[in-house]
């Protein structure tokens, strides 16, 4: 089966720009997961998605962060404006079902903000 | 919520010898304790994962050990090779993942 995808890789914008990340689950994969690993530090939870409801955001930073999964397949991760402490590598993840199933990552995406 | 500490943050190993990393949780409620690794430019990938109410599992060189009562678990690998340079991170859950800081594995040829 084909892998978790994230889109772009790599994006380096200006503080103040939008940015818009994406990220395609396993198929079948109704749990779908957005982590964010800033330089050195661990990887931190951002916000769970059962479907295309969100099932827990308690991770995401502050009102500048949305995410989205119109449909329950895709999900966006948008930052508007970018600040420079929005750097860092995000990751999504997906499993089948939540609790304690396996969650498979996506590569990531590495976000420059200048 | 889970607090996460992984020990140590980078581990050098002779090729051959076993390198093992530990880590404390802070969240009685996780009953799942999975173990990813990362190599360079690749995303983590599931390695081994245990559940609360196992001690121990192993697979092939890799093993690892769980003490629900003072909440720390640890990774073995033995006999390291050096395609087992990379990081490591530990995570503990009941459903979202709490990640240590990650070890940094360098095996030494």
């Known amino acids: 089966e084909a892998g978790v995808t994230q889109f772009p890789s790599h994006s380096v914008i200006e503080k103040g720009q939008t940015v818009t990340l994406r990220c395609d689950p396993i198929s079948g994969h109704d749990n779908l997961y957005w982590y964010r690993r800033v330089m050195g530090k661990e990887i931190k939870f951002l916000l769970h998605f059962v479907k295309e409801s969100k099932q827990d955001e308690s991770g995401m930073p502050n009102n500048r962060f949305l995410a989205e999964r119109t449909g329950g397949t895709y999900s966006t991760l948008k930052v508007q404006p970018a600040e420079l402490e929005d750097s860092g590598v995000y990751f999504c993840?997906?499993?089948?079902?939540?609790?304690?199933?396996?969650?498979?990552f996506g590569p990531g995406t590495r976000l420059t903000v200048l | 919520g889970e607090n996460v500490e992984q020990h140590p943050s980078t581990l050098s190993v002779q090729e051959g010898d076993s390198a093992v990393i530990k880590c404390t949780y802070s969240?009685?409620?996780?009953?799942?304790f999975p173990w990813y690794k990362q190599e360079l430019g690749k995303r983590p990938q599931l390695i081994i994962d245990i559940r609360s109410n196992v001690g121990e599992k192993k697979d092939q060189r890799i093993a690892v050990t769980l003490n629900k009562t003072a909440k720390h678990f640890s990774l073995h690998i033995t006999e390291t090779q050096p395609e087992d340079s990379a990081v490591y991170f530990c995570?503990?859950?009941?459903?979202?993942?709490?990640f240590g800081a990650g070890t940094t594995v360098t095996v030494r040829a």
């Open positions: 993840a997906s499993s089948r079902s939540g609790s304690t199933d396996t969650q498979y």
């Open positions: 969240d009685s409620a996780s009953n799942y």
């Open positions: 995570a503990a859950t009941d459903y979202k993942l709490s």
